[in-house]
């Protein structure tokens, strides 16, 4: 019999199998507390469940997903990052940012939602491979087991940034965060989880309705529309005007906190931009989140940190409410856009210490 993955069911489908196997429903939370609170790596750690049943579970589930086999550290800010291995030979990569100086002091896991991604944003290393597979939900929350295992680091923040479009993934994207959510499951705030897409209006309407209560943020990355459309072909199907209607129509604000990201390259930071910036949120209370364009294969430049300072004074100036994102782990290829999956060996005198292997 093929072992199935078991963080992949749900509190009510464990309650069932459980009734299924003639046991008691509460031993779903039971499990659950040993797969997510003690991060539990075999049934037989289990030791309140009996024997017999720990082997039942043992042949008939799998704890892990994945096997993690490369981990990273960052000799600039410690940031983490980690290469895991699916079941079927593909590569995926989480990352483990300590926040520790800033003003929030956090620990944040960026996970992946898919095995590629199908976007093709210009700028992004994540695009190169294409879309690959999307994760299933025991992919995603194993992600956040081996990072806490590996790095003994605990309360995290969770940001949906890492390799994938969680969009395109949407179940299995909202089971794993209601898991991550869950008392007897990870039992992290809602607000302390952030699904990020490059705006697929079909996926952002349906969070709505559904009233999912996590935080939204929304990769904008250009004011017009023809220029975002070149970077960025999302833009094609899912117009940022359109979504943008929708959200000033439907986004519960006061419930889920909205951030628009802005990556700043040297094309997109004109007064013009700013200017266009301020018109967009005008009317709202969104926070805008800039991010200086990582280094990658692509073709685009970066800003000087002297036109980036130019331009979030232009916004100040114009009482738009922004933040300027640090980027984390360029060194190990960990930050925003530079994830792709690939396995790196450290070389002296390649340009970032970093070669493909
Ligand atoms: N597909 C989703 C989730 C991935 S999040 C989304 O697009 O939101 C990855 C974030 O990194 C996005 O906000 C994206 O705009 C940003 N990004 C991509 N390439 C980048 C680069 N080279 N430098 C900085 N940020 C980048």
Not at 251 to 272: A, C, E, G
Not at 309 to 333: A, C, H, W, Y
Request: proline share 3%; charged share 30%; net charge neutral.
């Amino acid at each position: 019999m093929v072992k199935q993955f078991i963080k992949n069911y749900s509190i009510g489908d464990l309650e069932d199998y459980f009734r299924s196997i003639g046991e008691k429903e509460y031993r779903a939370k039971q499990i659950m507390i040993w797969l997510y609170e003690k991060n539990a790596a075999s049934f037989h750690e289990m030791t309140n469940v009996s024997k017999k049943l720990r082997d039942l579970l043992d042949g008939a589930f799998s704890i892990n997903a994945l096997e993690c086999s490369e981990r990273m550290i960052s000799e600039i800010d410690g940031t983490e990052k980690y290469l895991f291995k699916t079941h079927d030979g593909h590569y995926i990569e989480s990352v483990l940012i300590k926040n520790e100086g800033t003003e929030d002091g956090r620990l944040t896991v960026c996970l992946s939602s898919q095995a590629g991604c199908a976007m093709g944003c210009r700028f992004c290393e994540t695009a190169k491979p294409g879309f690959i597979r999307n994760l299933d939900t025991a992919e995603i929350l194993d992600q956040l087991s081996h990072v806490r295992r590996i790095s003994g680091q605990r309360n995290n923040n969770i940001v949906f940034m890492g390799m994938g479009e969680p969009f395109m993934n949407y179940e299995s994207v909202m089971r794993a965060a209601d898991i991550m959510n869950y008392p007897f499951g990870f039992h992290i705030s809602v607000r302390k989880i952030t699904i990020s897409t490059a705006g697929i209006i079909e996926g952002i309407e349906r969070f709505i309705d559904e009233r999912r209560p996590y935080n939204l943020a929304l990769s904008l990355n250009d004011t017009l529309p023809e220029k975002r459309e070149r970077i960025m072909p999302v833009e094609g199907r899912n117009p940022f005007m359109e979504i943008s209607d929708m959200l000033s129509r439907k986004f519960p604000t006061s419930r889920n906190r909205l951030t628009v990201v802005y990556v700043m390259r040297k094309d997109n930071i004109s007064m013009d931009d700013a200017k266009r910036l301020k018109k967009m949120f005008r009317y709202s209370r969104i926070k805008l989140n800039l991010i200086p364009l990582n280094q990658g294969s692509h073709e685009y430049r970066p800003p000087t940190d002297e036109e980036v300072d130019r331009f979030v004074q232009e916004l100040e100036i114009m009482n738009v409410p922004v933040t300027v994102r640090k980027s984390f782990g360029r060194d190990i290829f960990g930050a925003c856009g530079q994830l792709s999956g690939r396995r790196y060996a450290t070389r002296e005198g390649s340009d970032n210490g970093l070669n493909t292997i």
